[in-house]
T-cell receptor, first 114, second 114 residues
């Protein structure tokens, strides 16, 4: 059973536009939500992460919005650039447990057109 | 070398071949992971080694056999694979017990089974 559901599967945005990727989870024990960015030929790399005690976290042009009651979180890429074209994965994790597993979403391929 | 390295980067093998994938982490981490990445599917966790002991085996077929001789090296031995095993195999490492157990990924091995 997929614990984190991610949408859309792909999106195309014009340079300067906003890319929005959504994720939903069921397990209320999750308390750490990272986003990974993967370029072709590379492994995923941590982009930004949030804990559920805050509703928003911003790092440069990347913002995570978190809605604990709805069990949803999203990634916003502001002023999207061609260099942002990549696959983005949301994930969820229970910190401080013996569970090492990151539960990943299926990924969203973002294409930014110049 | 820095981060997580994987060799080979590409591998083509027949169903009767035996091959091995190698992963090395230069981060001083205490846990290592094998993931399978197939198109349009979530990352599938295959194996986890913590302090060189296997702590996770997600019902992976026995034709995949992991080996962790020390905390810096991880192997995935392959034999009598099937065409559906063709995928990108990613290795990752993390420091379990750290604040967020962030996983650092290697670039992956693109495996094609003929």
């Amino acid at each position: 059973q997929q614990q984190v559901k991610q949408s859309p599967q792909s999106l195309i945005v014009q340079k300067g536009g906003i890319s929005i990727i959504n994720c939903a989870y069921e397990n209320t024990a999750f308390d750490y939500f990272p986003w990974y960015q993967q370029f072709p030929g590379k492994g995923p790399a941590l982009l930004i992460a949030i804990r559920p005690d805050v509703s928003e976290k911003k790092e440069g042009r990347f913002t995570i919005s978190f809605n604990k009651s709805a069990k949803q979180f999203s990634l916003h890429i502001m002023d999207s650039q061609p260099g942002d074209s990549a696959t983005y994965f949301c994930a969820a994790f229970v910190q401080g447990s013996n569970d090492y597993k990151l539960s990943f979403g299926a990924g969203t391929t973002v294409t930014v057109r110049a | 070398e820095t981060g997580v390295t994987q060799t080979p980067r590409h591998l083509v093998m027949g169903m009767t071949n035996k091959k091995s994938l190698k992963c090395e982490q230069h981060l001083g981490h205490n846990a290592m992971y094998w993931y399978k990445q197939s198109a349009k599917k979530p990352l599938e966790l295959m194996f986890v080694y913590s302090l060189e002991e296997r702590v996770e085996n997600n019902s992976v077929p026995s034709r995949f056999s992991p080996e962790c001789p020390n905390s810096s090296h991880l192997f995935l031995h392959l034999h009598t694979l099937q065409p559906e095993d063709s995928a990108l195999y990613l290795c990752a490492s993390s420091q379990v017990g750290s604040a967020n157990n962030e996983q650092f990924f290697g670039p992956g091995t693109r495996l094609t089974v003929l």
